[in-house]
Every structure is written in C-alpha cells, then in structure tokens.
C-alpha cells in the first residue's frame, strides 16, 4: 500500500474498505490523489469516533490498537485540506459489524483457543479479538466505520 506501482493519474476511482488505516487517514488521501484522474473518486472507511469524550474503557483501548483515530469531523477538514472535494459520507450500519465481522470473529476465535490452547503467544492475540468484540458491544454508539466518499478537485 505504500508504494502501489502504478501510473500517475490512472484512475477514475479508488475503492478501500477498513484498510487505509495501515497507511494512516491523512497519508492515505494524499498518497492515493496521485494515483486518481482530475476528477476521480476516492472511497474509503475509516474507523472513527462518533461523538466526543468517550467512556475511559473504550477510549484507551482505541489508544492502543487505534491511537489516530478521529472524529467524523476531523476527518472531513482532512479531506479537504488534502484536495478533495467532499460528496458525502455515512456510518456503516451496526448490524454489519455483528453480520459480516464480529459474529463471524468471535465463531472462528472459539475454534483458535481449542486449536492453541496451550500457545501464550497465540492466546493473547485471541484475548485481543475477543476484547474488542466486547468493547463494541459495550460501546458501539461511540465508534464505528464511516464511508467517505470524496472527488479529486
């Protein structure tokens, strides 16, 4: 992702769900203009807070698997400070966390305990999955995926 071999300009429209955050929101944006048409489209998620000050439990376990993360808003100055044009935006709907990751995560977690039951290494990864699907359910009005969807200007 950090040095896609492509063309300056090549693209109509970039797609990323759930993973510009490997590169980082703001380096993600500038990085991919290069790579779009005058007038492209970029789309992406992007984890993010969705109202200010949140409970102290699901704040510092963003601090340490997310510490950028930001809100709606700072990511929408982002955006246009990068050269964007804004289209709009959107939060994914809960039901698709629980649908489409956290039941599917949290079924597959059960099966790697029995599997590395005796592997620390392993099981601490796990204890990390199995945390966060609790802090969503704890907390899922404070956080989720956004979709924003920009132009090149």
């Known amino acids: 992702m ?3 071999d492509f063309a300056p300009h090549s693209f109509d429209i970039l797609w990323s769900e759930g993973a510009i955050y490997i590169m980082g929101f703001e380096t993600g ?9 005058t007038g492209g489209y970029l789309v992406v998620s992007e ?3 969705l109202q200010p000050n949140p409970p ?20 929408l100055q982002l955006i246009e400070m ?3 044009r804004q289209i709009g935006h959107f939060v994914l709907h809960e039901s698709s966390w629980w649908d489409n990751y956290y039941t599917p995560l949290k079924e ?4 790697l305990r029995q599997k590395y ?17 609790e802090i969503y359910q704890k907390y899922s009005n404070w956080y989720g995926y956004v979709f924003y969807i920009m132009q090149v200007k």
Do not use: H
Request: glycine residues 2%; contains cysteine; hydrophobic residues 30%.
């Open 2 to 4: 950090f040095s896609l």
């Open 29 to 37: 944006l500038k990085s991919w203009q290069t790579l779009l048409k």
């Open 47 to 49: 984890l993010c807070w």
């Open 56 to 75: 102290t439990e699901v704040k510092e376990f963003w601090q340490t698997n997310y510490p950028d993360m930001k809100t709606i808003n700072d990511n």
């Open 82 to 84: 990068s050269g964007y």
């Open 108 to 111: 597959r977690v059960e099966y």
């Open 117 to 133: 039951n005796n592997d620390p290494q392993a099981n601490q990864v796990l204890d990390n999955e199995f945390q966060e699907i």
